[in-house]
């Protein structure tokens, strides 16, 4: 079955840097876009950025853009995203998705637990 | 950008009621519309896609209408396990994956 499982999240400064990652099984991971996808405390979600399944394209929020890379290892099923200039709007619950086979759009059809990022002093 | 506006925000309802939840686009966005449940604490769990298209393994209670710019999530009769919150996510205007606010169905 389907399994994404984040980690890498936790307390960082503002200002301060930190990488995420996504282990991916159970899919053919170098067929598939994938997706991160933010979460503040009590609040909705917010895309943040995509990778197409060969890393050739990424795409980013424009409230993330220059300063969050999205990645991946195709060898190693892993998807990343570091975190560069982080500040306090960016605490969030960080989840992976797998993007589905597209008909008619895009959807993400399987999602990870999260991991949750916190910029503080 | 294309915003997608959910009505209502919440909403109260009992065991066995019929549901409905709205989802509203900015512009045309044809039938490129995703639903999504989350439960506290868990990640979201799509529904519908595509607007009408229900996601394998998603019981036949829920399913999703609507083209353009408005859009309805509809449940036949709720079930305990069905409270939670639901979103729209818009999928037009790549890549640009524009959610809605939310809808939180709670319990009357």
């Known amino acids: 079955q389907v399994q994404l499982v984040e980690s890498g999240g936790g307390v960082v400064q503002p200002g301060g840097s930190l990488r995420v990652s996504c282990a991916a099984s159970g899919f053919s991971f170098s067929s598939y876009g994938m997706h991160w996808v933010r979460q503040t405390p009590g609040k909705g979600l917010e895309w943040v950025a995509s990778?197409?399944?060969?890393?050739?394209?990424?795409y980013y929020s424009e409230s993330v853009k220059g300063r969050f890379t999205i990645s991946r290892d195709n060898s190693n099923d892993t998807l990343y995203m570091q975190m560069d200039r982080l500040s306090p709007e960016d605490t969030a619950v960080y989840y992976c998705a797998k993007e589905g086979v597209v008909v008619n759009g895009y959807h993400f059809d399987y999602w990870g637990q999260g991991t949750l990022v916190i910029v503080s002093s | 950008d294309i915003q997608m506006t959910q009505s209502p925000s919440s909403l109260s309802a009992s065991v066995g009621d019929r549901v409905t939840i709205s989802c509203r686009a900015s512009q045309n966005i044809r039938n490129y519309l995703n639903w999504y449940q989350q439960k506290p604490g868990k990640a979201p769990k799509l529904l519908i896609y595509a607007a009408s298209t229900l996601q394998s393994g998603v019981p036949s209670r829920f399913s999703g209408s609507g083209s353009g710019t408005d859009f309805t999530l509809t449940i036949s009769s709720l079930q305990p396990e069905d409270f939670a919150t639901y979103y729209c996510q818009q999928s037009y205007s790549i890549p640009q994956y524009t959610f809605g606010q939310g809808t939180k169905l709670e319990i009357k």
């Open positions: 990778i197409r399944y060969d890393g050739s394209n990424k």
